[in-house]
């Protein structure tokens, strides 16, 4: 079993994981619903959690891993607090994307895809997030937009992020 973000024991994370599924029990067209609060608490879907939901709405492991893997909002892996999105559309590509991705593995020390082993930040790579005037640009969080980034910006940039 994972740990919970906030170091709660693993019983105490199982009986907040009930608490999300009892509404829904026996009721298979909740698993969306489920999944999204599940992975707000624990922040991530490992298998243990599938298992239990699976159990909980009366679904097969196999639904509930099909659904977690069709979606990209839901993870399987572990995510950190902040999320960087850094936009892999034509104009930020053409503008520096790869010297942009390269500059932020050398400070957090993670290639996209992987989070850092203090959870505070996952790396990804995303579609042209609407900002191709500011080219290269990153979102963080979903909503922080950062343009024209310089390599050497990049510290201050992830220190806003605690
Ligand atoms: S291509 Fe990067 S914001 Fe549009």
Request: aromatic share 6%; proline share 6%; net charge neutral.
């Amino acid at each position: 079993m994972a740990e919970c973000a906030c170091n709660c024991g693993e019983d105490e994370l199982t009986k907040q994981l009930d608490k999300i599924i009892d509404p829904y029990r026996g009721q298979p067209g909740g698993l969306i619903q489920v999944l999204t609060k599940s992975q707000e608490l624990i922040g991530y879907l490992p298998k243990w959690v599938q298992v239990r939901i699976a159990e909980g709405l009366g679904v097969s492991l196999q639904e509930v891993y099909g659904v977690v893997t069709f979606y990209a909002f839901f993870s399987l892996i572990p995510r950190g607090r902040h999320k960087l999105s850094v936009c892999a559309g034509t104009a930020c590509y053409v503008k520096g994307m790869k010297t942009l991705i390269k500059s932020l593995r050398d400070v957090i020390g993670v290639k996209p895809g992987q989070t850092t082993p203090d959870s505070r930040f996952t790396l990804e790579i995303v579609r042209c997030i609407g900002a191709c005037g500011l080219a290269p640009a990153m979102i963080v969080d979903g909503k922080d937009v950062h343009g024209r980034i310089e390599p050497e910006q990049i510290p201050e940039i992830l220190e806003q992020y605690a």
